[in-house]
Every structure is written in C-alpha cells, then in structure tokens.
C-alpha cells in the first residue's frame, strides 16, 4: 500500500514556475512507477509525466514537454514535477499516483495507477 500527498500548488502568472511534491508513505516506493496527472475544469483527467521505478527513464504529454520536468527521490520517497514556461491552459488539479505493478515500464493509462493523492489546485492567471 500506498498513500500519496501532494503540495505546492498555487497560483502563478504565465510564464512562471512552479514546482509539485508528492510525498508518499507506506511499506514500499521505490519498486513504483510514478506519474503525474491533470484534471482541467470541466475536462477528464489527463497524463502529463511519468517516471520508471528508479527515475533514469521519463516520458511526457506532447503538451508539457520541454517545459515540465519529473524527477523522484527514493531516499525521500518524494516525486516532483518542476513546471516551467506555464500557461493558462496548464490550470488544473494535479494528481501524483503510484503504479499497480511493481518494477516496471512507463506508463500513461489511469487504469495502470492503483494509488492517488487527493490532488493539488495549480492556477496560472494569463
């Protein structure tokens, strides 16, 4: 088991940065893949990064890449995603989750995420 809690979001201007933790606690991290997800007013909840069990392999939503950046710390049992160059359309709710399946790929599917936190407001103001 799992349990995921996110901060650090807020409200920013366009073109600002922000950086999310989720901090996770329970028997077990390390062996998760992590991801991070969105959820727009009014719109389902969308990939946006993940990272592979021990953080050497990423992958990104053609919407967010170059501009967001996962990045894990195992010792800490911490993931962060740095947001960088943020737009209006980047308003969400944010959600960090854990994988169902232990030591393995990257995934992008909700259905392959067992665990989540309870999400965290990112508001960017054009």
């Known amino acids: 088991q799992v349990q995921l809690v996110e901060s650090g979001g807020g409200l920013v201007q366009a073109g600002g940065s922000l950086r999310l933790s989720c901090a996770a606690s329970?028997?077990?991290?390390?062996?998760?893949?992590m991801g991070w997800f969105r959820q727009p007013p009014g719109k389902e909840r969308e990939f946006v990064a993940s990272?592979?069990?021990?953080?050497?392999?990423?992958y990104y939503a053609d919407s967010v890449k170059g501009r967001f950046t996962i990045s894990r710390d195992n010792a800490k049992k911490t993931v962060y995603l740095q947001m960088s160059s943020l737009k209006p359309e980047d308003t969400a709710v944010y959600y960090c989750?854990?994988?169902?399946?232990?030591?393995?790929?990257?995934?992008?599917?909700?259905?392959?995420?067992?665990?989540w936190g309870q999400g965290t407001q990112v508001t960017v103001s054009s």
């Open positions: 989750a854990a994988s169902i399946a232990e030591w393995g790929s990257l995934y992008s599917r909700r259905n392959q995420y067992g665990y």
């Open positions: 329970g028997r077990t991290f390390s062996s998760y893949t």
């Open positions: 990272a592979s069990w021990n953080g050497r392999n990423t």
